[in-house]
Structure formats: C-alpha cells, structure tokens
C-alpha cells in the first residue's frame, strides 16, 4: 500500500467485523481538530454527563455505529505519571467514548518496562490491517502508515494485550 492508500478511521472502522484496538503511547497530541476544546478546558470548561448533545460528534456516532454491529472495540492508553495536561483533559472527557461503546484502559507508563511496544500508536482492525499513526516531537499527526504483514501485526496485537491485561479500566483510573 501506498501513502495514497491508507484507509480513513471511517473506511477502517466501517471494514471492521470484530474487533478495533488502539494503542495510544504519547503524553501529548496536537491534532488541529482538538485544540479549541483543550483550550476552553485549560480554561476550566468541563463536558457534563447529563448535556450530551454538547458533546456528542461524530467520531462518536461512529463508535456507536460500530460497537452496535458487534464489534468490540478497546483503547489502551500508556501515561506518564504524574500526567500532562493534555492527558487530564483526555482522562476528563474519556466518559465520552465509553458511552459510545468503547472500552478504554490506562497503564502508567513505568508498568511497560518489561513490554516489547511497538514504537508509535496505532490501530489495529480485525487482526489484519494495522494502521500507524505517527506524530512530531510537538505531537502534530503526520503521515499514517499501514500494514498487513502478519509479523507486524501478531507484534501489536501481542503488545496491545500485554498493556491492555494491566490496565487500569477508565473508571477505576485515578489522576
């Protein structure tokens, strides 16, 4: 596959018939689409449980959709301790994907010292395509990556249940 190649989050989640892992191992992202909100929350705005419509998107109706065709979908999320801001607000608004469906977990970060992890977050779909999400030092997303090698992706699937067996569940995390 080509850089042309790489399917969307939709396209990957649409394909998917049983399962959708993601690893995610950075203490800070800087997604363009994400800023305002980091912003209003630094500023002390938090998402309230009972006004869903404030916070319910579509990568949520995505999730749902998903989720709702029998697909399982976890999220493992490796952190350093203590936490970064940025991890704060991804802890505080986290309730949103679990009340899509998805099942989420952390594990600090100095609990992986005896974990082979791939060296960059991805997803994994269906045990047969896993997509790279490669980021800047500053945490800007530059250019995925795929792969169907089965080498490559016994080695994340190994590693996303290695982290995931000692996570923590997202209601049961602390920060």
């Not at 959709?65 to 970064?84: D, K, L, N």
């Not at 974990?115 to 991805?122: I, Q, R, S, Y």
């Not at 995925?144 to 994340?156: F, H």
């Amino acid at each position: 596959m080509t850089q042309n190649d790489v399917p969307s989050f939709s396209e990957l989640l649409t394909s998917a018939k049983r399962s959708a892992i993601h690893l995610e191992m950075r203490d800070l992202y800087a997604v363009e689409q994400e800023q305002e909100a980091f912003e209003a929350w630094k500023a002390g705005h938090r998402l309230k449980v009972e006004d869903r419509a404030s916070w319910w998107r579509p990568w949520l109706d995505l999730v749902q959709e998903t989720v709702r065709r029998g697909v399982v979908m976890r999220r493992a999320r490796v952190v350093s301790e203590p936490v970064t801001d940025y991890i704060r607000y991804e802890h505080s608004g986290t309730f949103t994907n679990v009340a899509a469906g998805e099942l989420v977990r952390w594990l600090p970060r100095r609990q992986t010292f005896d974990l082979a992890l791939p060296g960059v977050d991805f997803w994994l779909i269906d045990d047969r395509i896993v997509r790279f999400n490669h980021f800047s030092g500053d945490g800007v997303d530059t250019e995925p990556q795929v792969s169907q090698d089965p080498d490559v992706i016994k080695l994340c699937a190994t590693a996303f249940e290695a982290v995931w067996d000692r996570g923590i569940p997202h209601e049961q995390y602390q920060i």
